[in-house]
């Protein structure tokens, strides 16, 4: 009997666009708190992606890393 998971939390709950679309009114001047806010995101997690993108780095994937790397995905799928 198949079991269906029920996610019973709402942590994380966005995606990475949802978390790009409250930089433009923090670049423009608002506070990162007060876009928080209005956007229902952690005012900690905004600000930790507003110095990685002022750092130049990419946004990271939010949930788990893959098991497998790109590389190794192609040499499986060229095994069999």
């Known amino acids: 009997m198949p079991r ?4 019973r939390t ?9 978390l790009s679309n409250p930089m433009l009114p923090i670049r423009q001047g608002r506070k990162v708190r007060e876009v ?3 956007f229902n995101i952690p005012e900690s997690t905004l600000r930790k992606y507003k110095n990685l993108q002022d750092d130049g780095h990419h946004l990271p994937r939010l949930g788990r890393q893959p098991v497998f790397t790109k590389e190794s995905k192609l040499k499986c799928k060229n095994m069999y």
């Not at 269906?4 to 996610?7: P, Q």
């Open 36 to 38: 928080g806010r209005a």
């Open 4 to 7: 269906n998971y029920n996610r």
């Open 10 to 18: 709402k942590v994380m709950s966005y995606t990475p666009k949802d």
